[in-house]
């Protein structure tokens, strides 16, 4: 394979995980929520974006 492949293929497994851990977030209680100190207004804008950004690869 190529660099390039390899590197996609990378990009699509983290984007992959990092969608699964916010939509684990997004079930969880408010309390379970406080003690880990994230609010349900962040994990509702990190579904739209990252960090202002639409969520793509530097």
């Given amino acids: 394979m ?3 492949v390899v590197a996609g293929r ?7 995980d990092n969608r699964r ?3 684990q977030l ?3 209680s ?3 929520l406080q003690d ?3 609010c ?8 739209r974006c990252d ?3 639409l969520y793509w690869p530097p």
Avoid at 10 to 16: D, H, L
Avoid at 40 to 47: F, K, Q
């Fill in 26 to 28: 997004a079930v969880m």
């Fill in 36 to 38: 880990i100190s994230v």
């Fill in 21 to 23: 851990a916010w939509r």
């Fill in 51 to 53: 960090n202002g950004r």
């Fill in 2 to 4: 190529t660099a390039a």
């Fill in 40 to 47: 349900r207004v962040d994990i509702a804008h990190h579904g």
């Fill in 10 to 16: 990378a990009w699509i497994r983290q984007w992959r």
């Fill in 30 to 32: 408010e309390r379970e």
